[in-house]
């Protein structure tokens, strides 16, 4: 998990392999949204969740939000090399836009 | 074309000294923010703005200033650095005045070394 006091996660999996990543946030909100940082840049928004969808597909990835235990997940189907990149969590203030970001997981893809 | 663009990439600073980070977006967006990301501490923010002449404090604004003295132009000032903020520095530009949906667009980031 990416929040709390949990320090910065690594996974290692072979290509077409499935992978999870999972967040839990401190604070109330209806949104999360998950950003990919690739080497040298700076992150990007893959995919953004809402409350009452309990479960966001883009091509190969799946993120889920439970806002009962505070928490959502990442999936990434039959993943790729090029895959291989930070992942962060982020939730967002109701009123400010400022989004705090978890401490990331680093996905390392292998052929 | 980038559209949130960063200068410099790479500075190297010495205690004591003043430095300037600058960011432009070509977004139009109202907000915007800088973040500095450190290993096992992700992305904190530093500052934000609403729009120009408007600075907000961040979760970790202490030795920082701000300035946006325009839409497009947002500054980060160290007024005396220090090793401590040697860090990688994004900006960013944000699509929402406010609200949870917020998406935000950064930049490449810039390295800065304080020695």
């Known amino acids: 998990s990416q929040w709390g006091e949990e320090n910065l996660q690594a996974l290692s999996i072979q290509e077409g392999e499935d992978v999870t990543m999972n967040c839990s946030y401190k604070t109330y909100t209806t949104v999360v949204h998950w950003y990919r940082q690739d080497s040298g840049r700076g992150p990007a928004l893959i995919i953004l969740i809402r409350s009452n969808e309990r479960e966001k597909r883009s091509g190969r990835l799946r993120a889920t939000l439970d806002t009962s235990s505070q928490s959502s997940s990442l999936s990434i189907t039959a993943a790729q090399c090029e895959d291989t990149a930070v992942y962060f969590c982020?939730?967002?203030?109701?009123?400010?836009?400022?989004?705090?970001f978890g401490h990331g997981t680093i996905l390392r893809v292998h052929p | 074309e980038a559209a949130v663009t960063q200068s410099p990439r790479n500075k190297v600073a010495v205690t004591g000294g003043k430095v300037t980070l600058s960011c432009n977006q070509t977004n139009n967006h109202n907000n915007m923010y800088w973040y500095r990301q450190d290993t096992g501490h992700g992305l904190r923010l530093i500052h934000y703005s609403y729009g120009a002449g408007s600075t907000e404090k961040g979760d970790i604004p202490d030795g920082y200033k701000a300035s946006r003295p325009s839409q497009e132009n947002f500054s980060l000032i160290l007024e005396l650095a220090t090793p401590s903020q040697t860090s990688v520095y994004f900006c960013?530009?944000?699509?929402?005045?406010?609200?949870?949906?917020?998406?935000?667009?950064f930049g490449a980031g810039t390295r800065l070394s304080v020695l």
């Open positions: 982020a939730t967002s203030g109701a009123n400010t836009g400022k989004l705090t």
């Open positions: 960013a530009s944000g699509d929402a005045p406010g609200g949870s949906q917020n998406t935000l667009y």
